[in-house]
């Protein structure tokens, strides 16, 4: 049995839903980064990394294309905010976070649009690449939006996460990949404790400096 087969395979079986080892392994991997990314460590991006190669093999399994070029984005975008955040270090070795501006604002959620509708039109036109063409443009467009914020200390990031979550979850559900929906509810659990907690630094020098 070659790797990818063994991670293909069926790990368990819970409440009737098959899980496979790539979207445990994965999964696992990724939860571990976002609470790095919460926590502000520049360990987040190798994890991130590390998530998308092996989330690549369970999105194949299951012919999510979409899915398959979130995660593709998701290795390329971590290798450069690992250099982003390696670079933008405090002294303190602490990473600064912020609110975008209102025209950072307007370039995230115009290339979200416009990302979305691109590769919408392009699933579209080709069906083989997904059989839910306009979820999973909305997925590959928002995945890269928010980890683009992420690597320049957006807050905005995580509410960016939170939108995707939010078609993730029942996408995940319906194309048989239980444990990534599963583990997208505990993502937005954490989602919106970082998003509280990047907000409150932004607001309080003070408590920057006391829990850095």
């Given at each position: ?5 063994w ?19 994965g999964?696992?991997?990724?939860l ?47 290798v ?67 980890m ?65």
């Amino acid at each position: 049995m070659s790797a990818l087969d063994w991670l293909n395979s069926e790990a368990f079986t819970a409440f009737g839903q098959h899980i496979i080892w790539s979207d445990l392994i994965g999964n696992t991997i990724g939860l571990t980064a976002l609470a790095l990314g919460w926590l502000r460590s520049v360990w987040t991006w190798p994890a991130q990394l590390l998530s998308g190669v092996v989330l690549i093999a369970a999105n194949v399994s299951v012919q999510q294309a979409g899915s398959v070029g979130k995660q593709l984005i998701v290795v390329a975008v971590a290798v450069w905010g690992w250099q982003q955040w390696t670079r933008g270090r405090q002294q303190d070795g602490s990473i600064a976070v912020r609110f975008a501006t209102w025209r950072e604002r307007a370039y995230l959620a115009g290339g979200a649009a416009v990302g979305t509708l691109a590769v919408g039109c392009l699933f579209t036109a080709f069906p083989s690449l997904s059989w839910s063409p306009w979820a999973d443009a909305y997925i590959f467009a928002g995945t890269l939006v928010a980890m683009l914020a992420q690597a320049r200390g957006m807050v905005e990031f995580w509410f960016a996460w939170l939108l995707v979550d939010l078609v993730g979850v029942p996408l995940n559900f319906h194309s048989g990949l239980a444990f990534s929906g599963l583990i997208y509810v505990v993502y937005g659990a954490l989602v919106l404790w970082g998003m509280r907690d990047w907000w409150l630094r932004t607001r309080s020098p003070a408590l920057e400096g006391a829990t850095a």
